[in-house]
């Protein structure tokens, strides 16, 4: 039995190195905020970030001496397919243009504790408390029975071929190997139980045609460091997406980034769907709420405009920690609807504006919205 | 710690038998560890305890993920020490135990009997646990941020050493050093013959006299000016000699260069080393060693290892095709003059004049070849057609790595250029007072082939940190015509004359 102590002697260098890892991305925060690459690289609990590359240099050959030898069949001019890889005795040196740079897998938390630091950003208390318990199935085992849709072929195989060896009734010569039923291999699953607090944000966002496409990228970058902060802040959290113009309608995450739609803009129809979706499935005593609104500042009326004030305030506001709108620049809209909130809500401190010329603003943008704590 | 029962009869059996078949290796310790210790162990490149240092760290990251998504595993690992230190994975099957184990004793013998391994320290477990000790107390002295710095300057270097120095250099190389001699008075004055009495000087030290010292000093003079007088490969050694350093840097460059030297024969016969270990366990197991219901599980694992990969090459495949083809040959007497004048197929295909001579030179050939060596003298045509080799490069056409030939005689030229030198670009001291201001010109040995130029431009800012003066970089740019790559501290770029 091992009696080596758990605790290994590469720890601390583990440790330096991760320290470098985050040191960089700190020291490269807002370049990393405003350029956007972080996203679509986003596993489940982490992303994957290129940063400047901290391997130790050493002379190396130029590009002119790419290439090198390989193994396995194939014609001259045939494709490899993929990348060949970096492996040893060099000579295959500068492939991809991103061939200077680290690629370095990072928790979502841990990112979100270098937002945290840098923008100084205060926790959040929750408010309410439920505890819903979620069951996750993982499919790490195998058994001798199951349904035929789980069948593990390999391993059925290799039941049998060692079942015939072991017979004698295996012929090298005319190899066929015929499972039997006991030679059958099933995959199998266990169950895992994890409680939860929970929170949902509900992002809208202004589709209509002043919206252009570097409005929207805007707002993706924004939302994927406003979902890693509030990640971190809750165990459970979900996200609803509503795009509208003049009508609003719910949509999934892909939509809602890529949405292009021409005409009208009439806020309070999003405004009136996110107050449904709150009352009809999100009870304020059980969910921390948060509704983002990303337009650029476009509203058909004022009549409408009255409408969505009185929807935040009777609707949306009592049941929501914070309301936070942002206003994204763009060449075509008035900006006229920050100043609408701002005459009506100047004194509620639930309600946060942000005005975001553009992509260097993101990042006091995401300090305005999250640095109330709420 | 001794093994489990189970493996410590395994061990013994297998022990036995590698004596039997002729192995002979230095005792060899096995050691059971879960697959953290052993990631742990791989980071540290087999050492248990080694010098801190970031990039133990990141290989451990990738070591440890690699596992957790499935994608590698880390079944063994061999030091080269007296005694040999093995690390068997918990976990794995009796079966894959037996095999890593015949693997093990396969790369214990080589480390034991391959020439150029002969001059390894064989108490290296010792001594990179010594280093740590060391590094740790600078450390503690001068602070972590400055000696971890020093020591990335350092390793950016490590593959700049005489790969064939004989050990005994590094003895040599005390860490007193020479300095550079900024005496002024030293330009002056010329030696003198001794006068008792002043009024005797110009009797005993005549003008003519002195002015011919003066001429015999001024040519000496010339003749230091070329500093080192021949171009020096031993990169790390030079600086370590002549560098303006501290005592304790002195000390860390001297000991990254040890461990250095020791890891290099390991690069240069990768491809040997793990075929003939392979050859080894594959022939242990298949005659007797695993039991009968065992031999497809190990046909599995074994023909894991033996896979291949688009765009790569498989050291264990090839050295293990290799060393039987060799076997197979001097059984069979396929060599010699008479073989080579030879041109029929059907008697090449047939012929077999029993020499029985196999077993006795794939031992020959593991004591005296390194990779270089080897593929050069033993890879045929045939065996390039078997093993499938090709020549892979980039079409920026299509935007794709693509099969470019499979002409024998240029996959043999590039597989060797790519072992040569384990594949990385030959630099030299070329001088060291450049422009005879103490700059340091370092030269790459090329025919044609030009450096990478960001890892040079952070390569050269390394070896700036240790000379501490401007230095150069003399090697060829993509066209083929010889340029001069400087940094001064402040900026890099081609040289301005």
Redesign the interface.
Known sequence: MPTESDILNIERDHWRFKEIVKGNIRDNLKEFISNGSILGRRGKDKVSINIPQIDTPRFRYGKKNSGGVGQGSGEPGDSLGGESGEGEGGGKAGQAPGDHELEVDIKINELAEILGEELQLPRIEPKGRKNVTSTKERYNSIRSTGPNSLRHFKRTYKEALRRQVTVGNYNPDNPIVVPIRNDMRFRSWKEEKKPETNAVIIYMMDVSGSMGDEQKEIVRIESFWIDTWLRSQYEGIETRYIIHDAVAREVDRETFFHTRESGGTMISSAYKLASDIISNEYPASDWNIYPFHFSDGDNWSLDDTDVCMALLREHILPSSNIFCYGQVVSAYGSGQFIKDLREHFSKNEQVVLSEIPGRDAIMQSIKDFLGTGK | ?GLPEPLNQQRDTIRDLALEQGLDFFETVFV???Y??M??VA??EGF???Y???????E??RNY?LHGYGLAKIYELVVNNDPCYAYLL?GNSLMEQKMVMAHVYGHCDFFKNNYFFARTNRKMIDTTANHGVRIRRYMDQHGIDVVEQFV?AC??????IDPFAPAARMEDRGDGGLEFNDDPREHQTVPRLKVDKSYMESWINPPEYIAEQRKIKEEKQQEQQRFPEQPERDIMGFLMEFGPLERWQRHILGMLREEALYFTPQRQT?IMNEGWASYWHSKMMTSGLAD??E???FA?THSATMA????????Y??GLELFRDIEERWDKGQFGEEWNACDDFRQRSNWNRHLGLGREKIFEVRKLHNDVTFIDEFLTPAMIDR????????DPK?G???????DPEK?RE??L???TN????V?VVEDANYRNRGELLLA?RTD?????????K??L??VLTIWQRPVH?RTVD?RGKTIVWSHDGESFGVEKS
Not at chain 2, 52 to 58: I, N, Q, V
Not at chain 2, 400 to 406: E, G, K, T
Not at chain 2, 422 to 425: A, E, K
């Open positions: 710690m059971l560890v879960n953290r210790r990631c742990e980071s540290f248990p305890k080694r801190p240092h970031w990039r133990f760290g990141m451990f990251e993920k918990e990335d390793l950016s270097i490590d593959n700049l990768k009968p219901d031999i497809i599980d599995e291949t990969t688009p765009g790569q090459t498989n050291p495949k090839i093993l499938d080799l090709y020549n892979y490069r980039f299509r794709q790595w693509i099969i470019d030939s499979r996959v590039r597989l250029f790519q072992l384990s594949g990385q670009p630099v790459h044609q082939t030009g450096l990478d130029k960001t890892y040079a952070r390569t800012q390394n970089i993509h």
